[in-house]
């Protein structure tokens, strides 16, 4: 099936080792105003804070990322921006971390013009009002946050993990440099790389597909497959902004996913497990749809000296257990993109707690 809806990508970036230190003038060219950066906690106490183009009246905001962003952080984050500015809009935010710092200022972004709490916009295009303008500038790359059009928010009450799906998501702005990842542990780079590759055979073994999404999903690919199956250390100069690049292709050919990502959502509010190593977590059973796709997975993380714990479902409790059904079975549109209509008699409750209880 062809995919007719009109598609926005970001509108500009800056690829390259380096590219950071032209966040100074991309900032200055919003002002006047007040910029505001929030920054993954893990560079507080490292060389980037100074290097900011931060300036009196500005705030740099250091998020704790041991969690993924909650709708309440959100509300809380928004509420910080609208005292400090006293009524006025910041000219910019800028977000510099993982998925879950870029993710945390595009909510921040929508919900400081558009009114009411982060949860009312967790959906499909219920974003009515342009957001602030912001730059986003990854230090981990794999989801794809930087050039999608959601922010993925848990929302406990609700038990889901769903974002505010719509083009003013977007950011405006990308500063992509492969030098701000040189920090990023082995395992983590690992498997939030691997959400790359998980969203693009994910999209296009589904059924909402289109020939630009194939090739941007098959470019993406090829690139994970050299970085971790090929030659060397994964975390090389060259094979950093390869995964930089294969990221932001992979961002753009997502949106469509399959099976892995709602088994990775259930184990994510369940038991908040992160999202990257949740995915492989969730391929790791589902073999019988993706027999290909499990046996890479296999092979790279023998290949990096990379384990999965096993047993993380083996004792849970019923509640548990149920939260697990309810978390991965809401997720109706990737799970019938992958099965069609009908999936919820192939994925019944037994042979979701069967596949958890493998993991
Ligand atoms: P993350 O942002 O949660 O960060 C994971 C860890 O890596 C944190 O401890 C962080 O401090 C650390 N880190 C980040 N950069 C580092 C660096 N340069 N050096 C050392 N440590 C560094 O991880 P993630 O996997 O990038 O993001 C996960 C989030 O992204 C989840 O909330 C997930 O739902 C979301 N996501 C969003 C999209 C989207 O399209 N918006 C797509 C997939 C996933
Ligand atoms: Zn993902």
Known sequence: MNMTRNTRNVPAYMLGHGSFARLDSLVDARRPGAVFFYVDDFFRNTPLPGDLPARAGDSVIFLDTSREPTVEDIDALADAARTSCRGALPC???GIGGGSVLDAAKAVANLLTNPGKAEEY????LVKNPAVYKIG???LSGTGAECSRTCVLTNMRRRLKLGMNSDFTLFD?????PGLTRTVPPSQFLFTGMDTFMHCFESSRGAY???????LAAGASALCRE???GPGDMLADDNREKMMV???LGGMAAGNVGLVHPFSAGLSIVLHIPHGRANCHALSVLGEFYPEEQALLAEILERRKISLPLGICSSL???QYEALYQGTIIHEKPLSNALGADFASILTRSKILELFKKM
């Open 92 to 94: 910019c935010l800028v």
């Open 122 to 125: 967790q959906g499909w295009d």
């Open 137 to 139: 500038v990854p230090t």
């Open 173 to 177: 702005q990308l500063l992509l440099d």
């Open 209 to 215: 597909r289109n020939l630009i999404v194939d090739v």
């Open 227 to 229: 970085i971790f199956l």
């Open 246 to 248: 294969a990221s932001y």
């Open 317 to 319: 409790t019923d509640e």
